[in-house]
Every structure is written in structure tokens, then in C-alpha cells.
């Protein structure tokens, strides 16, 4: 209500002062035509103009002060026009010299005509304001023509020559006025009263210059006639403009209203059409002064002028209006070729239908889609062409349809499931977008985008289907280890040990496969998302066959099958871990599906640029048509083969990854059922440079080696196994008497005895005996070495610490060397760094049990904080993921550590680590191990080769195989059989 009230009230002041003004002016008028003297009426005349020029300069300056922009500089300039005519007004009238006074007059009024070019609030443009000048000085110019020509011409012959500035002065009073109109009907309604004012105003200014020039003319013009109320009026009218309360001008908000420019030239042409016609008519009659002659040419001179500038400004306006034509041309139609472009360019399909459903546009991916070209979907209805119907074959109803919901509600359907019909029949599963075409808010049709999930719909079965199987695999084991763990749980076994020891071994076996299956779940999305890091080099062939047979020799033992190998001498760029793992995974499978006492073989053939791997069995065959199918996920030729046979059914699918990661190609090859199969995979063989010589990876030797002791009384027996065992990085004391063994054994502490029972002087069981009755040699492990069985020997063999019969495998006795040193006691001190509490339960306690002195802590800063309280550990057992950092910054920590820099370090860690990763985790000897891959058992061996390494007492151990077998074969589930292992003394 504020802004209303205020605006009302202003409205009724500038009343209020209008009426005040227009009295004042009628009393003025009535009193200089009383019969009053002329002394009189002329004072009266004089000051009431000085009151009128005072009043309007005050009211234009007030309001300039108020006014911003262009309409504050035209109040400033008609406020300084008012002063400046009052001073000649003034000047005149003192110093009676008209002349000068009508000079500050005309000053005054060029002010005015300045101050209303800049009344309209929007600066017009150039040629607008110079036409509307010329508008004015031709109005003017014929309106004072016809005057001169109406009353002058027509009155006695004038008794003086009138001044110039007699003239002059109300051809610009008449420049004024038309200007006045000329930006009236230019401007909108909301300025129109006050430039009404002004221009009634400089009118009244006309009206009354003219009456003075003709009376001056006349020689009868004096101050006090009713003339001089029109310039009084025409002050107070410009004085009332200044308060209008739109005089300030409003604020431009979007588009002004235009105003017309054909009113303001048909009064043009009208008045001078009137003075040509008033100049033709009286010409004849009577002598024309020089002045109305010079006027006539100035009139003539802005006629031409505004005509030239009308012409030059059409055809500027037409040469643009032409170029933003063409310009708008040239965007329309690259903006019609971008559409295009943009609709061919999407791959999704794209089609657009009008109010009745048919096709007004398709694109090419669309077309494609759907079988057909452009023109067969065009004009056609798109629910009856393409639309698939139900399942009965019976169309399903359009009301219904996507389209019609575009076109009938307004709706915008997305992500809405459909099938399309191709023009040959087939079907296509379709995601389907719908959304109506509006125009002012009416649908003119609807744009429809669809894309073809036929690959999305597989790839969700295929996924379904696994998520399917993993569930049945992991829940199988699971229920094996739930069942066997009730049992214990419960007590129902405990009159039967062996049904329990059964119970256990079924638990712990199954919890094995369930590990495996996690392992070759996680191993192939790993290899098929190419995360995995190829650590690649060059390797001789039968090194890595080797690897991948000794892996599988227990399992083939157990199984009665004979596993062979071809020598070759080729070398292949690979990463070793991963082929030992892809020939673990065919031989296994081999051992699994051959009969006993059969043969796998393994050979490597070289092909051109590759070497091509094969591993051949004698087992039941693979059917033709399950050739390819097998190295699909959880794929048996047998749906029971997994539960019959062991494995996790990915063993396939990674080896194939593996290979494909690795450049070359993994197939089958069989004649069918019954002719045994042959799996066969290619790698790039490596540039030809020498290897060395061909044996098992070489491995970190202990700066002191590990002495054994070697007695048996064939000479040629102790050499061989010198030979060995030095090859394996032991020093070797070799003899064949029993009482100078016990001399050495005395004097050397070795780390081991090799011992041979059947010797002459001394036996052997005597040494054995002896060595166990000494305090000083009592814990040297000892192993027997006999043609003797140990269940005929049992009081000696208690005292052993493993037992060997004649003949074995040298590489039997190397391992056995190795085990029975790492199961001496030891006292070293661990720092085991884990956040799992239990896995960090389960490792420390199997730590402990080994003799090994643990503190555990499970972030960063408590592993800072027991290293900076006196924690100096032997080796660090190190997770790297932990809640409060990374491991690797406690590795930093100790590399700064002059004391821990070249601790042996044993990284335990969920994820794999790759070739890079590991160069900045090495400490001293470095281990790495993956959780689930190897449990706690395997992280005490490596522990124990680690603190046997650094204290001298191992050859080849301290340090992972760097081939680093990533799946062992599964053992045969045989819980219940009988360990075959002879009982030796309890270390």
C-alpha cells in the first residue's frame, strides 16, 4: 500500500500546481489587458517573467538532482537554458538593448533543443536524432514562413527593418516544439505528459516570439501587452514538467515501448507542403524580403538533407537486414546439419512420431536396430510396425503403449522395458526413453530413444548363473566345515579319537578348498580386469616344468600316476609364477582325470616364434563339443567331477587368462571318450642370450654357510651327497667311521647329521645313542639314513630325527635336511604387525609354539612405539594394510633404523604385490605371502628360513621359490587314511 499512497499523492500535488500555474497565467494575461498604464502592465510584464525563468530553473535543477543518467543531463541543460534567458531578459530590459537580449535567448533555447535530444531515457540512435533536428527546423521554418507571408505580407509595409534575431528567435521557439513532438511520439506513455509540457511550453515560447517579430516588424511591440503572457506560460509549463513525478523517467526493464516515427513526418511534410504552396500563391503578388527568401532555402536545405539521410540510412538498414539473413540463414542450416550429424552420430536409436503415432524421423542406429531403412519406418505407425506382440502373439493394445502416454499425457517415461520386432521377425530387447514435443504448451508428437540390451541381458544371465554356482561351491564346503565342527562342538565324538582326528582333517580340508575357490574366484576377475602385473623375464622351459612338477608329484604319487618330462632347451619371456601356476593347474588336472599307473607327459616344441608348451594325458577324454566349453567358469565335462575329483572349476579359465595375458593361446585337443586329451598354450621365446647353466633358481646364500655331517661307510655314497648338498649351499664334512663322527659332531656343532646305521667298528645306532647321551650334542638333529625300516629299528628311531630308507631320492635328502633344521627350537624375537585380531591370534600362536619370542601389535604407532621401547626384533611379520596408515611407512622407519635396515622382513598381505611395490618393501631377506594363499604354517616356515638364513644355519632356504606357485594342485580328500610317516623323536 506505501508505493500506491506515495504515487497518489504526488499525482495530487502536481495538480494542485497546475492549477496554481495555469490561474497565475490567466490573471497575468487579464491584468496586462486591463486598461492599467503601460509604466504599470510593463513592471507587471518584467517581473512576472523574472518570477516564471526563476521558477522554471529552480524546478529543472531540483528534478536534475533527483534524475540519473541521460534524463539528469537534460534537466541540467533546460534549467542552465531558463538561467540564461532570464539573464538576457534581465540585461535587456536594463540596459534597453534588444539585440543582446535576443541573443541569451537564442543561447537558451539551443540549450533546450540539446536537453531534449537527451530526454528519452534510451539513447536513440544517430540518424534518428539528426532526422527528428531537421523535422523541427523544417516544421519551424514553414510555420514562420507562413507567417511572414499570412500577416506581414498582408499588413502595411513594415516601418523598420526588423534584427535578424527577430527571425531567428521563433524559428528556433518552432525547432523547439516540433522537437518536442518529433521525441513525443517516439517515447512511450509512461514520459508523454512531461514532454507534452515541455514541448506546450516551448509552443507558448512560439507563439509569443512570432507576435513579437511581427510586431517588432511592424514597429508597435512593447513590454505589458497580453503577448508576454505566453512566455511567462511557457516558463511555468517547462516548471511543472520538472515536477511531474514521471520526469525522472522509469528504470529500463526488458524492451521499452517503441514509439512511431509517422506522425512526426506527416506533420513535417504537411507544414511544408502548406508553405510551398503558400510561397507559390503569394510569390506574384508581392515583393518577398531577403528574409523569407534565405528562410525558404534553409527549409528547402533540411527537406534535402533529411531525404538524403532517410535514403542512406534505408539502405544501411537494408544491407544489414540482408547480412543478418544470410547470417541467420547459414546458422539455421548448421544447426539443421548438427542435428543431423548429432542424431546419426548416437549410437541409440532414435525415432520421432507425430500426434497420431507414425514416424516422422529415424535415425541410422535406429534403422539398423530394427532391420530396416529409413524410408520402410517413416509415415508408418510405430506401435503397429515394430512393436513387439505379447507372448500369445496377440498385439498388445497401443492405449497402453509409451507413445500414447507421450502424446495423450504429457508423460515422460524413461528406462521402460520393451521388445522390438525387426522387419525379419527377430526379436530385440530394448531400454526405451518417451518424452512428448511441446510447442506454447500444446504436444505436436513425441521423440522416442531406445538402445538394444540384447549383450546387458546376457551378460546379467551369465552373471546371475555365476553368482548361482559360487553360492552352491561355497556353500559345500561350508556345510562340511559347519557339520564336522557341530560334531566336535557338541562332544558327540569324544569316546571316538579317531572319528574326531577324522572330523578335524575333514574340516580343515574343506576350509583349504574353500580358500582355493575365494583364490581362483578373486585370481580370475583379477586377470580378466587386467589388473594383475606381469613380472616378466626370460626362463629356460624346463626350469619352470620342473617347478610345476615337483608341485604336483605328491598329489601324482598318491594317485599312481607317473609324471614325465621332455628336456628343452628353449627360453621363454614369461612371468614365472604365472606359467608354474598354469602348469600346475593342467597338470593337476591331468593327474585328477588319468587312471593309475598312467603317464603324463610334458614337452615343449619350438614354432617359430614361439615355443609351444603341451601336457598330454592318458585319461577318458574330452567330447568334440566340449573343447572350448571347458575353459568357460565352473565348466566340467562331468557336472560331478567337482565333487568327485577336487578342483574349483576355474582352474581352466585362469590358465587361459594367463596365457592370453601373456600373448599367446591355451586349447584342448582330443579324439573323444576314452583317448586321453592334450592341452597345449604358446609363449614368445625370449631373445637368445645365455642363462647359465640349466638347473633350479638360484637362491640366497647365507654369507656362513650351514655345516652337515655326512657318515656312511660307502666312500662313493658320501660323495654323492656332498655333492648335493653343497650344490644346495652347505658345507659339507663327509666321513665313514662312526668314532670320528662323534669327534667332529664334538668339536663342530653341525647344524645336521646324515647317518648311516650300518657301519663296521661303530654302528651308526651306537653314534646315535652316544650323540643323544652328551649334553653338547643332544639337540644336533639327525637323520637317518638306512636300508633298515624304522618299524624294525624303534628305539633308534626314536631317537632320530627323521628317517630315510634305502635308495631315495638325493632331493628327498636335501629336503629333509632343510625340514629338520628349521624344526629346531628357536629363540628369536618376532615383531608381528596385524590389525585382524584373530588371524593375528592364530599367527602369533603358531609362532609361539615354534620357540619364537612375539609381541604383537596391530597399527603403525603401536609398532613406532615398541621399536622406541626397546622392541629389537629379529624379523618383522608385516600386514600392509592397517587402520591408522600403510605398512610401507614402518618400512621407511626401519630402513632409517641403522640397527633394523637389514632386518629379514615377511610381508603378509591380503592383496598381491607386485614387481614394483616390492622393490620398496625390501628390508634385509623379504618374503612375500598373500592371505588365503598361504597360511599360518607357511608364514612359521618362511619365518624359520629367514632367522636360519641371517643365523647361518640354512643353504637353499631364506627365501620365497622365486617362481612363487600361486595354486597348488588339491590334494585327494582322504581323511580317514593312515599317516605313513615312521614315528621319530619329538623335537
Not at 661 to 687: D, I, K
Request: charged share 25%; glycine share 8%; with cysteine.
Amino acid at each position: 500500500m506505501g508505493p500506491r499512497r506515495d504515487a497518489a499523492q504526488s499525482k495530487d500535488r502536481f495538480l494542485r500546481w497546475c492549477w496554481v500555474a495555469g490561474v497565475l497565467v490567466v490573471l497575468l494575461a487579464l491584468a496586462l489587458a486591463s486598461p492599467l498604464p503601460q509604466p504599470a502592465r510593463e513592471q507587471i510584464s518584467m517581473a512576472a517573467i523574472a518570477v516564471a525563468g526563476i521558477v522554471a530553473a529552480i524546478s529543472c535543477g531540483h528534478r536534475a538532482v533527483l534524475s540519473t543518467g541521460r534524463r539528469r543531463r537534460a534537466w541540467g541543460l533546460l534549467s542552465l537554458g531558463a538561467i540564461v534567458g532570464l539573464t538576457g531578459n534581465v540585461y535587456s530590459s536594463l540596459v534597453r538593448d534588444p539585440a543582446t537580449g535576443d541573443v541569451a535567448y537564442i543561447a537558451a533555447l539551443l540549450l533546450g533543443v540539446v536537453g531534449l535530444s537527451l530526454f528519452p531515457a534510451v539513447r536513440p540512435r544517430g540518424q534518428d536524432l539528426v532526422r527528428m533536428l531537421l523535422d523541427s527546423a523544417v516544421v519551424g521554418g514553414s510555420v514562420l514562413y507562413i507567417a511572414l507571408f499570412a500577416v506581414a505580407l498582408q499588413s502595411e509595409p513594415s516601418q523598420a527593418d526588423p534584427a535578424l534575431t527577430a527571425y531567428a528567435l521563433p524559428v528556433v521557439d518552432a525547432l523547439l516544439a516540433t522537437l518536442a513532438v518529433q521525441v513525443l511520439t517516439r517515447s512511450n506513455s509512461a514520459e508523454r505528459v512531461p514532454l507534452v509540457l515541455v514541448g506546450g511550453g516551448f509552443v507558448l515560447y512560439a507563439v509569443a516570439d512570432v507576435a513579437f517579430a511581427l510586431l517588432q516588424a511592424q514597429g508597435g511591440f512593447t513590454f505589458g501587452s497580453p503577448v508576454d503572457a505566453g512566455w511567462v506560460g511557457g516558463y511555468l509549463a517547462i516548471a511543472l514538467a520538472a515536477r511531474h513525478p514521471a520526469a525522472s523517467g522509469a528504470p529500463v526493464v526488458g524492451r521499452r515501448e517503441a514509439g512511431t516515427p509517422v506522425l512526426g513526418t506527416v506533420v513535417t511534410f504537411t507544414l511544408f507542403l502548406a508553405a510551398a504552396l503558400v510561397r507559390v500563391g503569394q510569390s506574384g503578388d508581392h515583393a518577398v524580403p531577403w528574409v523569407a527568401n534565405a528562410l525558404w532555402v534553409v527549409v528547402l536545405v533540411a527537406v534535402v538533407t533529411r531525404q538524403i539521410i532517410v535514403v542512406v540510412d534505408n539502405e544501411s538498414l537494408r544491407h544489414g537486414l540482408e547480412r543478418r539473413v544470410q547470417e541467420r540463414t547459414t546458422q539455421l542450416r548448421s544447426l539443421a546439419s548438427e542435428r543431423e550429424r548429432t542424431l546419426e552420430s548416437v549410437a541409440d536409436g532414435i525415432y520421432g512420431v507425430d500426434t497420431a503415432g507414425r514416424v516422422t524421423f529415424v535415425n541410422t542406429a535406429a534403422a539398423y536396430t530394427l532391420g530396416a531403412t529409413v524410408s520402410d519406418l517413416v509415415g508408418h505407425d510405430a506401435h503397429a510396425t515394430f512393436h513387439a506382440p505379447a507372448h500369445d502373439g496377440t498385439p498388445l493394445p497401443a492405449d497402453g503403449c509409451y507413445i500414447a502416454e507421450a502424446l495423450r499425457d504429457g508423460v515422460t517415461v524413461t528406462a521402460e522395458q520393451d521388445t522390438y520386432l525387426r522387419l525379419d521377425g527377430k526379436e530385440v530387447p530394448v531400454e526405451v526413453t518417451a518424452s512428448p514435443l511441446r510447442d506454447d504448451g500444446v504436444i505436436r508428437g513425441a521423440v522416442v530413444v531406445f538402445r538394444d540390451v540384447t549383450e546387458r541381458r546376457e551378460v546379467e544371465r551369465i552373471k546371475d548363473e555365476f553368482v548361482s554356482v559360487v553360492s552352491h561351491e561355497l556353500r559345500t564346503p561350508l556345510t562340511a566345515i559347519r557339520g564336522a565342527l557341530t560334531l566336535l562342538d557338541s562332544n558327540a565324538l569324544a569316546d571316538s579319537p579317531q572319528q574326531a582326528d577324522r572330523m578335524v582333517r575333514i574340516a580343515l580340508t574343506s576350509s583349504e578348498r574353500l580358500s582355493r575357490l575365494v583364490d581362483d574366484i578373486l585370481d580370475t576377475e583379477r586377470l580378466e580386469a587386467g589388473t594383475t602385473q606381469l613380472d616378466l623375464a626370460d626362463h629356460h622351459v624346463d626350469t619352470l616344468v620342473a617347478a610345476a612338477i615337483d608341485q604336483v608329484s605328491v598329489l601324482a604319487d598318491d594317485a599312481g600316476i607317473t609324471l614325465e618330462a621332455e628336456t628343452s632347451p628353449e627360453i621363454v619371456r614369461a612371468d614365472p609364477g604365472r606359467i608354474v601356476q598354469t602348469l600346475t593347474n593342467l597338470l593337476g588336472n591331468a593327474v585328477r582325470f588319468s587312471p593309475a599307473d598312467s603317464t603324463v607327459r610334458v614337452s615343449a616344441t619350438p614354432v617359430g616364434d614361439l615355443v609351444e608348451l603341451r601336457v598330454d594325458d592318458e585319461g577318458r577324454g574330452i567330447p568334440p563339443d566340449k573343447l572350448e566349453a571347458i575353459f568357460g567358469r565352473f565348466e566340467q565335462v562331468d557336472a560331478s567331477d567337482t565333487r568327485e575329483r577336487g578342483g574349483s572349476g576355474l582352474g581352466l579359465t585362469i590358465a587361459r587368462s594367463i596365457v592370453e595375458r601373456h600373448g599367446g593361446r591355451l586349447w584342448a585337443v582330443s579324439q573323444g571318450e576314452g583317448t586321453g586329451s592334450s592341452f597345449r598354450f604358446t609363449l614368445r621365446r625370449a631373445a637368445p642370450h645365455p642363462l647359465g647353466p640349466l638347473r633350479a633358481p638360484e637362491t640366497t646364500r647365507s654369507p656362513q654357510a650351514t655345516q652337515v655331517v655326512v657318515v656312511d661307510d660307502d666312500r662313493y655314497v658320501v660323495d654323492v651327497l656332498r655333492t648335493v648338498l653343497e650344490e644346495r649351499g652347505y658345507e659339507v664334512v663327509g666321513l665313514t667311521d662312526g668314532q670320528a663322527a662323534l669327534a667332529v659332531v664334538e668339536d663342530e656343532h653341525p647344524a645336521a647329521v646324515v647317518l648311516d646305521l650300518a657301519m663296521p667298528g661303530t654302528s651308526g645306532a651306537e653314534v646315535l645313542s652316544r650323540l643323544r647321551q652328551t649334553a653338547a650334542t643332544a639337540d644336533v638333529p639327525v637323520v637317518v639314513l638306512s636300508a633298515t625300516r624304522p618299524h624294525d629299528a624303534l628305539e633308534t628311531a626314536a631317537l632320530a630325527d627323521d628317517w630315510l630308507v634305502k635308495p631315495v631320492d638325493p632331493e628327498r635328502i636335501v629336503e629333509t635336511v632343510r625340514d629338520v633344521i628349521r624344526r629346531q627350537p628357536h629363540h628369536g624375537r618376532v615383531l608381528l604387525v596385524e590389525d585382524h585380531e584373530d588371524l593375528r591370534t592364530v599367527v602369533a600362536t603358531v609362532l609361539r609354539n615354534a620357540g619364537l619370542v612375539v609381541t604383537t601389535v596391530s597399527t603403525v604407532d603401536e609398532a613406532r612405539s615398541a621399536l622406541a621401547h626397546g622392541a629389537d626384533p629379529d624379523l618383522v611379520v608385516l600386514d600392509l594394510t592397517l587402520p591408522d596408515g600403510d605398512g610401507r611407512e614402518l618400512v621407511a622407519d626401519l630402513r632409517r633404523d641403522g640397527r633394523l635396515r637389514r632386518v629379514p622382513l615377511v610381508v603378509y598381505s591380503g592383496a598381491e604385490v607386485n614387481a614394483a611395490e616390492r622393490a620398496d618393501l625390501r628390508l634385509g631377506s623379504t618374503v612375500f605371502l598373500t592371505k588365503g594363499r598361504a597360511a599360518p604354517d607357511a608364514v612359521l616356515h618362511s619365518v624359520l628360513d629367514l632367522l636360519d638364513a641371517a643365523a647361518g644355519r640354512a643353504g637353499d632356504v631364506g627365501r620365497p621359490d622365486p617362481l612363487d606357485p600361486r595354486d597348488p594342485p588339491d590334494p585327494p580328500d582322504r581323511p580317514d587314511q593312515p599317516d605313513q610317516h615312521p614315528t621319530t623323536r619329538p623335537r
